[in-house]
């Protein structure tokens, strides 16, 4: 069996992981396919992809989903949930093998993602699912050639995100020809107490650090969101090299043909400039600040800026 080359980006929610797979995936020889593991709704639901067209009529996901009936049974996002992810992390860096029914799951992730990479021809395909517990089974399944992302944003941002919400209603004045189908939806901005969403951002990120660093090794990288707004350019460069893939900056807005499933309703925007979202360091409330000193959020913060930091010198890119 031949590995499948997968990007695949792991991390909290609200860390610019749609960013930075839209930056990915302006690079001609890579693809990326959104949150995949949102796939097996989409199809269910028929919704559309970022190209416009329902998934089952689009010209990528059409011909696939009809080479891989299987699709339409087995859900491939393998379930999420915290002790699920946690459990899984564990698995992963024992190096256990998974069960029947996860590798029946993984084959068809597979399936699905070898043909993108067939129909396109790219190098990579790009799953920003961001789950934890995903990444662990796609590693454990040997199917895959990954190369996982760690993405880690101020969690003091993720909590100023969280508690800005967007109503839909913006979304579909802007695009009227979702109105339909952004009826169904989920309400994603849903406000979660600060304290839990402290405790989710360093459960998960404590997580990630400890299997990237003893079981992927290689294969892991931990990005700072802050880093890559504030210096794009620079840090695409050492990621490209990282990948394998020539160094060069293609303008971001090519990744808006791309066919992608769920997530960020950013992706059916063009990425016309990037720029570091702050607005927290102006405007997070003083409750959230001493909260965050309170819970320990430094310390993973600091172990996260240890394991970013064991990077070689950045190559001159001739830019
Ligand atoms: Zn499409």
Known sequence: MERTPLIYIVGTGRSGSTLLDLMLAADPHVTGVGEFSNFTDWVKQDDPCTCGRPVGACELWGPILAAVPEAAEVDVSFGVGLRRQLSRALRCILGASLTAEEQATARVNHEL????????????VVDSSKDLGRACLLYLSGRFDMHIIHLVRDARGVVFSRSKTKPREQFVRERPDFAERAERWPERKRLRPTGYTYRRWMAFNAAILAVGVTRWRRHYRLVRY???????????????????LAVHVAPAEAAIDA???????????????????????????????ALYALYGVP?????????ARRRPAPPTHGA
């Open 259 to 289: 066919h992608n499933i769920g997530g960020n309703r950013m992706r059916f925007k063009p990425v016309t400039e990037v720029r570091v979202d702050d607005e927290w360091r102006r405007s997070l409330g003083k409750g959230p600040r």
């Open 299 to 307: 310390l993973v913060a600091a172990l996260c800026n240890v394991v």
């Open 113 to 124: 993602l070898r043909r993108v990479v067939g129909a396109t021809g790219s190098a990579y």
């Open 226 to 244: 802050e880093r890559l707004a504030a210096e794009p350019e620079r840090a695409m460069a050492e990621i490209r090299e990282w990948l394998g």
